[in-house]
C-alpha cells in the first residue's frame, strides 16, 4: 500500500455560531468565533488517496490529475466565498473546521479514479487541524 498526499489552500471567511442559540449564548460557546460579522481563515487541505502503483505507470495516481479532481470539486467552490452563505454542501450546517471537512471528503469520495481516498486533513492555522477518514 502506497500513500500520495496532494496539498491545496484556500481562503474563506465564516461565524461560527447556531441560529437556534442567541448571540449571547453562542458567545459563551464560541467566543470571539461567533462575531457577527465573521472572520477570515488562509486553510490548507491535504488530500491522501492509498492504493497499489500501477506497473504500467509507476504511479498510484497522477498527481496532475489530483490537482484537478481538488481544484474543480473542493478549491473552486470553496474559495473567497463566505462559507456560511455560499456553499451548496456546507448549507444548514454550523461551519467548523469538522464539518467543513465531512463536506470536503463527501466532495471528493467518489472522484478518485486510482486507489482510494484515504485521509483528508483541513488546517485553519498553523496549529489547529482535524483530519477524517471516511468513518
Ligand atoms: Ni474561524
Redesign the pocket.
Known sequence: MIYVTRREVFSAS?R?YNPNLSDEENFKIYGK?SNPNG???NYTIEVTVAGEINSDTGYLIDLTQLKKIIRENVIDKLDHKNLNLDVEFLRDKIPTAENILIGIWNQLADKIPAGKLYSIKLY?TENNYVEYRGE
Do not use: A, S
Open positions: 465564516h461560527i468565533c472572520h477570515g481563515h485553519e
